[in-house]
């Protein structure tokens, strides 16, 4: 069992930059592919940005060259770092871990564990 615990996210001007944390318990992250989703108000959970067990990034057109994933195995935490935000990246995001290679880590249901949400909203 795995339990993560998000933080970070809020407000900010178009432009601006964010940073989210997630942090697992109960068990290691070391050995799970970690994701960022989002989810905008009547939209379909979509992956922001992914991490495999061993390092491979995957990240969605919209943020490449924005955003960053990482993952610090030692602390049990991953980090989503967003930058150049626009109002378009307003959503919930989630992250997750799951077993998932690397050709899945787009789809939701390959994670079976989920934090708990965290509003981003950016203001133009």
């Known amino acids: 069992q795995v339990l993560l615990v998000q933080s970070g996210g809020g407000m900010v001007q178009a432009g601006g930059s964010l940073r989210l944390s997630c942090v697992a318990s109960?068990?290691?992250?070391?050995?799970?592919?970690m994701g960022w989703f989002r989810q905008g108000p009547g939209q379909q959970r979509e992956l922001v940005a992914a991490?495999?067990?061993?390092?491979?990034?995957k990240y969605a057109d919209s943020v490449k060259g924005r955003f960053t994933i990482a993952r610090d195995n030692a602390k049990s935490t991953l980090y989503l770092q967003m930058s150049n935000l626009t109002p378009e990246d307003t959503a919930v995001y989630y992250c997750?871990?799951?077993?998932?290679?690397?050709?899945?880590?787009?789809?939701?249901?390959?994670?079976?564990?989920w934090g708990q949400g965290t509003q981003v909203t950016v203001s133009s």
């Open positions: 997750a871990a799951g077993g998932s290679n690397y050709e899945d880590t787009y789809d939701p249901r390959r994670y079976g564990y």
């Open positions: 109960g068990r290691s992250i070391g050995a799970y592919t």
């Open positions: 991490i495999t067990n061993d390092d491979r990034t």
